[in-house]
């Protein structure tokens, strides 16, 4: 599998169904983090947008692949042919196994569920014919059984890890019909149904089968290996189905080490044990001036409510917070806010119906036990020391937020406007680990230990928003980003990054040879934008691969191989980044964005003089020419047949665009 694909895409379009993707990303995090990253995947993305160069696996999960057919028929199955048949993996759980087949029999006869036809990708060259035992109903359990597989544990190279049949959840999925006729077409059976099927299923009863497609490969399956029993909850009005939680239960082990034999079998790297799936921790409230908190508090008073104990709450439109007193901060060990035995939650978490526990700082900054992986010490200290030689930053990073584990910097700022409302400018949220991180779009932004998390709060006046656009912020955080990281000390200066249009940071890749160099994404962007009291209120989040090296490159990887610059501390990098986005938006401000800031852009992007493909303009061919300084709109020109200008000049918005800079092309965003 090549080195630069790390992401691993769960469709979430028409056809599936919330639970199935819920049990999908649940389980594929915890059996492929940190080697990728595992996130949704819309069906506008799967037709708009350049997906396949990155992407190891493509996951179909469970639902009705009719849905399916509706939206990706035609085009969207020619992407994914395409991309499968050039070395691309695929894997379809029940819905996905009949729509990976050639030929999809459900329920004939029953005039209700029947559904027959061919299917476009034909990964599987013959039928999925189900449901392979009688009772299905669709939005329901009541069909729903444990099914005994037998696996081929020679194909798979389990002999002496799993034993005997293993029972995985069932719920209206299909049997390869005759694929144990079909090795000369590549086809391998994984597993078998033990049980009497209730159709017929040909010679054998393939549960689960691998299908080599070109330079590609697919896994296809009738039941659903992904469904770990901690994620299905009990029914009581339906009989039986105690039993099928308890025996489900019993193989939870050996299902794990079925499903990492497929994933290896597709050719992904697999670690050997489950990663833990955090727990959301406490949130710690500082300040540089410590006394600034009670300060904040006290402009905080009219959204604190009090319950009849007088424990303080703050709560907003997507979470609530409890605000500890000082006077019972070490009554205990400060376990995680959602915490098990093991310090991990044991299955799908609604993390908007926890409590998060706020700790304010009124006296002095958080001790080193109490956030072991972030020194307050170190970062206010480092503030202070950048603010010397930088020229207009005196106030951002002053008051911030900071948790150990968080779902997103981002949306525990911008989806609670009553606590957003009371933010300065400046202030900032800085996380450790994001179990639920936001990207541009439907993407999520993957964040494990070693990345720098952060999310800061603009209160951009609203008489400037015509002259002063906040379509510019991001502009500026990516120039703030590359320039904190190269002034960050000595022998970062030279350190190749680039800024790719509109929102991303890329480096060059330093396993790539020096004559062909090869650039990968190493920061995320976002801005997330309200409007109250005048203000556009604007939450700036960027992510740095910093210390995490997987799954892509970091920062350190960029350092020399001989040890002679250490290694990035992320509260000194926050600090150097946020004195250098302050004084560049005193600068936008004061000017706009003008000549100087343009330059400074320019230094570092990717794009100038690129020739590219307008695929929104039908297909015109252009050369880019740069932003505007108006709307930050791309500019390019049009370029006739023999690559000479015509005259017409096309401005690009960021926000309906998406820019795959090594392909040249310019595509239209939805």
């Known amino acids: 599998m090549s080195a630069s694909r790390l992401n691993v895409l769960v469709y979430t379009g028409p056809g599936t169904t919330v639970e199935s993707v819920k049990h999908c990303l649940y389980t594929l995090r915890r059996l492929l983090a940190p080697n990728y990253a595992v996130t949704p995947f819309s069906e506008n993305a799967l037709l708009k947008e350049p997906w396949q160069p990155t992407c ?165 399956t009738g039941p659903h290996p992904e469904f770990a029993p901690a994620n299905l909850s009990p029914q009581p009005s339906i009989p039986g189905y105690d039993e099928l939680l308890n025996e489900i239960t019993s193989h939870n082990e050996q299902r794990a080490k079925f499903l990492r034999a497929c994933l290896t079998k597709l050719g992904l790297n697999v670690d050997e044990t489950l990663a833990m799936i955090p727990s959301l921790s406490s949130l710690h409230l500082s300040a540089l001036r410590p006394s600034e908190v009670d300060e904040m508090l006290h402009d905080w008073e009219e959204i604190i409510t009090r319950d009849e104990k007088g424990e303080e709450f703050i709560k907003a439109e997507s979470d609530s917070f409890h605000i500890e007193k000082k006077d019972s901060r070490w009554d205990h060990a400060h376990p995680p806010v959602d ?78 406007t009553t606590l957003l409302s009371k933010l300065p400018t400046g202030f900032t949220l800085i996380a450790t680990t994001q179990v639920a991180g936001r990207g541009r779009g439907s993407n999520v932004w993957i964040a494990p230990p070693g990345c720098l998390i952060m999310s800061t709060v603009i209160n951009h006046p609203a008489h400037l928003a015509a002259s002063r656009p906040i379509v510019f912020l991001q502009y500026l955080a990516a120039i703030a980003t590359v320039e904190g990281v190269r002034s960050y000390g000595p022998g970062c200066q030279d350190l190749p990054l680039k800024i790719k249009w509109p929102n991303d940071v890329y480096a060059q890749d330093p396993r790539s040879p020096p004559s062909s160099p090869r650039y990968v994404k190493i920061c995320g962007i976002l801005a997330n934008c309200s409007y109250t009291s005048g203000s556009y209120q604007i939450v700036l989040g960027i992510g740095v691969n910093t210390n995490n090296g997987r799954p892509t490159i970091d920062l350190d990887s960029l350092l020399p191989a001989d040890g002679s610059v250490a290694p990035f501390r992320i509260e000194k990098l926050i600090a150097r980044i946020l004195t250098v986005l302050e004084a560049l938006y005193a600068e936008f401000k004061r000017d706009g964005f003008g000549e100087r800031l343009e330059k400074r852009y320019y230094r570092h992007w990717l794009h100038s003089g690129q020739k590219v493909t307008l695929e929104a303009e039908g297909g015109v061919r252009a050369r880019v020419l740069g932003i505007t300084r108006d709307w930050g709109m791309l500019r390019a020109e049009e370029l006739d047949g023999e690559g000479r200008a015509t005259g017409r000049v096309w401005a690009l918005q960021s926000d309906e665009n998406s820019f795959d800079y090594w392909k040249g092309l310019v595509k239209r965003r939805v």
């Open 339 to 416: 915490s098990e035995s093991d310090g991990t939650t044991s299955g799908i978490t609604d993390y908007t119906s926890i409590v998060k526990k706020l700790i304010p700082h009124e006296e002095s900054w958080p001790d080193v036990k109490e956030t072991p992986n972030f020194h307050h010490s170190l970062f206010y200290q480092s503030l202070v020391s950048y603010r010397r030689t930088e020229l207009g930053a005196e106030e951002w990073g002053n008051q911030i937020m900071y948790g150990e584990v968080v779902t997103s910097t981002n949306t525990l700022l911008e989806k609670n």
């Open 56 to 220: 190891a696996l493509l996951v179909f999960p469970g639902g009705a692949d009719l849905g399916f057919c509706s939206v990706l028929n035609g085009a969207g199955n020619r992407r994914i042919t395409e991309y499968v048949r050039r070395g691309g993996r695929y894997l379809g759980f029940c819905a996905g196994g009949y729509y990976g087949s050639g030929r999809c029999e459900f329920e004939v006869g029953d005039k209700k569920l029947e559904v027959v036809g061919r299917r476009e990708l034909a990964f599987f060259p013959g039928t999925c014919r189900g449901g392979a035992f009688k009772g299905f109903q669709y939005h329901s359990e009541a069909g729903a059984r444990a099914a005994r597989v037998s696996v081929a544990r020679d194909v798979l190279s389990l002999e002496s890890e799993v034993n005997g049949d293993i029972s995985v959840y069932y719920n209206g999925g299909g049997v390869f019909v005759d694929a144990e006729t079909m090795k000369d077409e590549g086809v391998e059976v994984l597993a078998s149904y033990s049980d009497e099927l209730d159709v017929d299923g040909g010679k054998g009863k393939a549960a689960v089968v691998y299908c080599k497609v070109a330079e590609g490969a697919s896994i296809l």
